[in-house]
């Protein structure tokens, strides 16, 4: 995960909100969802709040409640509790459904508790850390969900292959893991590469071992 800075909502579900005061998520029209996911999306920069793979437009997503609908009715329409999320079977916001979340991608522990491997897999380095990779079906083990573990390596190896790094080999220069932090952590286009958050936790645990 990365860590989502969340925004002020979209200008037009304040509107909305006003106008129809007590009414639910449920009740709000298309469009109007179109629009928070089109805000999500773009504050997170075009890739999924939990398993960060990109996402290319508000079509290939949905408007994930960090906190289920179900669990606090109350917060359906409060956008700090909003986010994009893929639309893959039985991954991410399609797996949580109405189960709490302990670790989310708006806390700053979500980039030190989850731990990447280059394999593919992700380590839970909390109670909490682990439930959620259980919750998000993130792919700790390939019985669980190895399209995802094959998909992040895959792309994973790829950024590195394209900075000139042999992912099998590793690198020890500080500076070069460094300089390749930077780049990747910054998006391009307000866009970010597919797994980048993934890459750079890996350097990072790399820079620390």
């Not at 897999?121 to 993130?138: F, H, P, Y």
């Not at 590793?170 to 910054?186: C, H, N, P, V």
Request: aromatic share 6%.
């Amino acid at each position: 995960m990365r860590k989502i800075h969340k925004g002020s909502e979209p200008p037009n579900l304040t509107a909305w909100k006003k106008k129809n005061p007590h009414r639910r998520y449920s009740q709000l029209p298309e469009d109007m969802r179109r629009v928070i996911r089109e805000y999500a999306l773009k504050e997170k920069f075009y890739i999924c709040a939990y398993c960060c793979q990109r996402i290319e437009d508000i079509n290939n997503c949905h408007n994930e409640h960090i906190e289920a609908q179900n669990l606090n009715p109350n917060r359906t329409l409060d956008f700090s509790n909003i986010v994009a999320s893929c639309n893959t079977s039985n991954q991410c916001g399609k797996a949580h459904e109405s189960k709490p979340l302990p670790l989310t991608p708006l806390m700053e522990e979500c980039e030190t508790e989850l731990r990447f491997k280059i394999s593919g897999r992700v380590e839970g380095l909390s109670d909490r850390a682990k439930d959620t990779i259980q919750v998000l079906n993130l792919g700790d083990d390939e019985k669980n969900n190895r399209a995802l573990i094959e998909k992040r390596k895959q792309l994973s190896d790829t950024l590195l292959w394209k900075s000139g790094i042999d992912p099998n080999q590793g690198l020890e220069d500080e500076e070069l893991l460094e300089m390749l932090i930077r780049d990747l952590s910054q998006p391009n286009e307000d866009k970010m590469d597919s797994f980048a958050p993934v890459l750079i936790n890996i350097l990072q645990n790399w820079l620390s071992s």
